[in-house]
């Protein structure tokens, strides 16, 4: 159990540029979540995977994101045309699956700088 | 709909002191409670969590919290502060569903000398 891992740590870009960032999860850890955590905050739910489905968006993950879990294992969350507002640290999670008690385990984020 | 409340944004103790981070919860259904702790420019690592077996639920580091229903709190502690307990911590309830969690907007922890 290598835990969760995301590439790259910082990624610094300029306004109106896209921007992907990779998600490895635990592996046989069904479920993959994107959260965003802005300086000072909680992290704040964007989407969840359910093996390779994407079963629940949140509305702050606008048109200009877009994440795939394809075949069910790594997970890319593609920011296009970022925005000022778009830096943050993006942090990734696995669980086993489950209800109620499923435990999250989390990688060690992504910080976004938007120039 | 869930959210979670944890009051005061700073906390100050002096090592060897008693710690005590609050939380209270809002949650139409049972809830499903977690801490977890950050430390700069890391990810979120889980303290503890409650699961319904024991209202008194024991973590990592020496830590524990109490659920009370009555107060839909969920209170962080732990006997003696550490100079490397210093860190951000984020009490989280889990949704019926089990697929999104509702962070609390984090305590910053700092143990002074």
């Known amino acids: 159990d290598t835990g969760v891992s995301q590439n790259p740590r910082h990624k610094i870009t300029k306004r109106g540029q896209n921007v992907t960032f990779r998600c490895d999860p635990i592996s046989e850890h069904n479920r993959l979540y994107w959260y965003r955590q802005t300086l000072g905050q909680g992290p704040e739910f964007l989407t969840y995977f359910q093996n390779e489905a994407q079963l629940e968006k949140s509305r702050l993950l606008s048109d200009r994101f877009s994440a795939e879990r394809p075949k069910g294992s790594f997970s890319t969350l593609e920011i296009q045309r970022t925005e000022q507002g778009d830096s943050a640290m993006y942090l990734c999670a696995s669980s086993p699956g489950g209800i109620g008690t499923d435990t999250q385990y989390f990688g060690p984020g992504t910080r976004l700088t938007v120039l | 709909a869930q959210s979670v409340t944890q009051l005061g944004s700073h906390v100050s103790v002096s090592e060897g002191a008693l710690v005590l981070l609050r939380c209270n919860y809002s949650?139409?259904?049972?809830?499903?409670l977690f801490w977890y702790v950050q430390y700069p420019n890391q990810g979120l690592q889980l303290l503890l969590k409650?699961?319904?077996?024991?209202?008194l639920v024991k973590g990592i580091n020496g830590f524990e919290a109490e659920f009370k229903k009555s107060e839909t709190s969920f209170h962080l502690t732990k006997p003696s502060a550490h100079m490397s307990d210093a860190a951000e911590y984020f009490c989280a309830v889990n949704n019926n569903a089990g697929n999104m969690l509702t962070f609390g907007g984090g305590t910053r922890l700092m143990v002074k000398p």
């Open positions: 949650s139409s259904v049972p809830p499903y």
């Open positions: 409650y699961t319904s077996a024991a209202t």
